[in-house]
């Protein structure tokens, strides 16, 4: 119960986001969304946003996976803990801003 409050919480978070889309209804403990960065394709999207988690993953901060919905790349967040806190999920929602913003400059200046 506890791990589905922290995904809907996620979702809420994720849907008064400017930079986030939410991907798919949050039912359960999964979360599927992604950043989204004006001026960029789909294409970017998916990369920006796998990119993202691989960054995650190396960091140590969160262990999201990625899925595909519509065609499109999500990252998925499958929160089965049961010490996971509202905090921890604050800071996962916060660290994907910071690096997609980081990314995405990143991008735009590679041309």
Do not use: W
Request: glycine share 6%.
């Amino acid at each position: 119960t506890q791990n589905c409050a922290q995904a809907a919480y996620l979702g809420q978070r994720v849907e008064a986001e400017a930079r986030t889309e939410l991907m798919a209804p949050v039912a359960l403990n999964i979360c599927c969304f992604r950043v989204k960065m004006p001026g960029c394709d789909e294409a970017e999207l998916d990369r920006l946003n796998d990119e993202i988690v691989m960054r995650l993953h190396e960091s140590g901060i969160a262990a999201p996976s990625t899925t595909k919905l519509r065609g499109r790349l999500a990252i998925r967040v499958n929160i089965t803990n049961h010490r996971t806190r509202m905090g921890d999920v604050d800071v996962l929602l916060n660290a994907v801003l910071d690096l997609g913003q980081e990314l995405a400059e990143t991008m735009r200046s590679a041309g």
